[in-house]
Structure formats: C-alpha cells, structure tokens
C-alpha cells in the first residue's frame, strides 16, 4: 500500500494543467532486446514536473 503524499505548505498550490502529476512516464510500445519497456519522461511544462506552481499574490484590501 502507498503511503499518503502531505498537502503542499507554504506559497505553493497545485498546478491547475496537470493536477499536481508533474511528471509522466510514457511507453513507446515495445521492449528492448533485454525485455525493458521503453520509455520516456513527460513533464508539464507549466510547472516544470514539479506539480506545484507559486501562490497568485493579492494586494492587501483588493477585492477578488
């Protein structure tokens, strides 16, 4: 069973184009001689794979 991952702290929140999976692992539908699935890492690019992007700043009094 997989551990549970903690909410982001801090001025963090989660990346809104790749809902917080930053980074992929995508096949590319075979295997090598040795029997490996080959494969390539996706990252998002919004967030460069790091499935957070900064907290948007609001002016202290401003209305949303």
């Known amino acids: ?3 549970s991952t903690p909410a982001p702290t ?3 929140r989660i990346c809104s184009n790749c809902d917080g999976f930053g980074s ?3 096949t590319l539908g075979g295997r090598d001689r ?3 699935l080959r ?3 996706a990252h998002c ?3 460069n794979g790091l499935g957070t992007v900064p907290a ?3 002016r202290e009094g ?3």
Do not use: D, E, Y
């Open 24 to 26: 992929v692992a995508i």
């Open 10 to 12: 801090g001025n963090a």
């Open 1 to 3: 069973m997989t551990g």
């Open 34 to 36: 040795h029997g490996h």
């Open 45 to 47: 690019p919004a967030c």
């Open 62 to 64: 401003a209305r949303a």
């Open 56 to 58: 948007r700043r609001t």
């Open 39 to 41: 494969t390539i890492t």
